[in-house]
């Protein structure tokens, strides 16, 4: 079982930005890609964005306000996310996905083969 472990979520105003972090290991970015998801009170779990660790090659996520990256050098996968709404108040999970040139045909939850624990993002009005 791959191991993730998502960081950096919290409270935040509207308009604001966080930056989360999901700590992996170099196996496992050399074996899979990875995928940022969210899950609201209420909701099914839906893609946010995902990053091929082959090519680098990233989805487009809600209008641009949030962007995938990878530090190669560190094993971490950032999601940066700009411009909040309380809409994306969620609970944020990376996952491990098919390790792909191109990320957009499994960016999805049911390619995803192993979760991290979760962290809450809550944007208040």
């Known amino acids: 079982q791959e191991q993730l472990v998502e960081s950096g979520g919290g409270l935040v105003q509207s308009g604001g930005s966080l930056r989360l972090s999901c700590a992996a290991s170099?196996?496992?970015?050399?074996?899979?890609?990875i995928g940022w998801f969210r899950q609201a009170p209420g909701k099914e779990r839906e893609a946010v964005a995902c990053?091929?660790?082959?090519?680098?090659i990233t989805t487009n996520s809600r209008n641009g306000r949030f962007y995938i990256s990878m530090d190669g050098a560190n094993d971490i996968v950032h999601l940066q996310m700009d411009s909040l709404k309380v809409e994306d108040t969620a609970v944020y999970y990376c996952?491990?996905?098919?390790?792909?040139?191109?990320?957009?045909?499994?960016?999805?939850?049911?390619?995803?083969?192993?979760w991290g624990q979760g962290t809450q993002v809550t944007v208040s009005a």
């Open positions: 996952a491990t996905l098919p390790r792909t040139w191109t990320i957009q045909g499994v960016c999805n939850p049911t390619s995803v083969s192993a």
């Open positions: 170099r196996e496992t970015l050399n074996t899979y890609s």
């Open positions: 990053i091929s660790t082959i090519s680098s």
